[in-house]
């Protein structure tokens, strides 16, 4: 998996941001890809998990809506394989609201989730609120590019620790930016969510909670040494000094 995002950065008012969506239930699928369609973007529509790999390989969507429920590979699993070479947002559609399927899903690289059954305008919103950040680059609060090793570089979406690359996805990228953007701030949940997803976002706000834990992860941070991202008690996170 590349950091570099340069099919993301180099979006242009000309340029049709690529959907894919992975869905077996034809007609649900169907009025997904239309509604993506009246909003401007390209769609293709593939039925099983296996298929969602290659196509993703091969046509390197901006968004993937992935459903969980798959024949060939679940979309766990295809999750986990994107994660291996693609920086796309993934969307995942659970079919109850299933907190242990969610979280499973969020941990296998997803960066958000929409409960069946849903509304397709509700989806559209998602979706919109996923990609707004990668579309306005330039429109970033300032913020430092550095914090102990730890150096992001905000143009390139690219950060290393001690010199090695650290593979992020999209959200935990943005996540840290947004950390990074106000320093000396402690975050409500409330206030990185919109802060990521805007302010008419609405869903479960602990989804802040899981992407911190890999975010700690890759940074080779935890709870109990908080070096980069710290634990506001009561309130939610803060950028730590490193």
């Given at each position: 998996m590349t950091n570099g995002h340069e099919w993301r950065d180099s979006t242009s008012e000309h340029e049709r941001l690529r959907a894919l969506v992975v869905e077996d239930e034809t007609d649900l699928a169907a009025a997904v890809a239309d509604y993506l369609r009246m909003d401007g973007y390209d769609v293709m529509i593939v039925r099983d998990g296996a298929r969602a790999v290659e196509a993703t390989r091969t046509s390197a969507p901006h968004?993937?809506?992935?459903?969980?429920?798959?024949?060939?590979?679940?979309?766990?699993?295809?999750?986990?394989?994107?994660?291996?070479?693609?920086?796309?947002?993934?969307?995942?559609?659970?079919?109850?609201?299933?907190?242990?399927e969610v979280l499973r899903g969020?941990?296998?690289?997803?960066?958000?989730?929409?409960?069946?059954?849903?509304?397709?305008?509700?989806?559209?919103?998602?979706?919109?609120?996923?990609l707004r950040r990668s579309r306005t680059p330039g429109q970033l609060p300032p913020m430092p590019n550095q914090v102990g090793d730890l150096v992001v570089d905000p143009a390139a979406r690219r950060v290393t620790l001690a010199g090695e690359l650290v593979d992020l996805t999209p959200t935990e990228f943005d996540l840290l930016t947004i950390l990074l953007s106000r320093p000396t701030e402690a975050l409500s949940r409330r206030a990185l969510i919109e802060a990521l997803r805007g302010s008419n976002w609405y869903g479960d706000e602990s989804l802040v909670d899981v992407?911190?834990?890999?975010?700690?992860?890759?940074?080779?941070?935890?709870?109990?040494?908080?070096?980069?991202?710290?634990?506001?008690r009561g309130i939610g996170y803060q950028m730590g000094e490193g």
């Amino acid at each position: 998996m590349t950091n570099g995002h340069e099919w993301r950065d180099s979006t242009s008012e000309h340029e049709r941001l690529r959907a894919l969506v992975v869905e077996d239930e034809t007609d649900l699928a169907a009025a997904v890809a239309d509604y993506l369609r009246m909003d401007g973007y390209d769609v293709m529509i593939v039925r099983d998990g296996a298929r969602a790999v290659e196509a993703t390989r091969t046509s390197a969507p901006h968004v993937v809506i992935l459903d969980l429920g798959l024949p060939s590979l679940d979309g766990i699993e295809v999750c986990r394989r994107l994660r291996e070479f693609s920086d796309a947002y993934v969307l995942i559609l659970t079919a109850r609201a299933d907190e242990a399927e969610v979280l499973r899903g969020l941990e296998a690289g997803a960066d958000d989730y929409v409960t069946k059954p849903f509304r397709p305008r509700e989806l559209l919103a998602r979706v919109r609120a996923l990609l707004r950040r990668s579309r306005t680059p330039g429109q970033l609060p300032p913020m430092p590019n550095q914090v102990g090793d730890l150096v992001v570089d905000p143009a390139a979406r690219r950060v290393t620790l001690a010199g090695e690359l650290v593979d992020l996805t999209p959200t935990e990228f943005d996540l840290l930016t947004i950390l990074l953007s106000r320093p000396t701030e402690a975050l409500s949940r409330r206030a990185l969510i919109e802060a990521l997803r805007g302010s008419n976002w609405y869903g479960d706000e602990s989804l802040v909670d899981v992407h911190v834990l890999h975010l700690r992860r890759k940074l080779g941070d935890d709870a109990a040494t908080q070096r980069f991202v710290r634990t506001v008690r009561g309130i939610g996170y803060q950028m730590g000094e490193g």
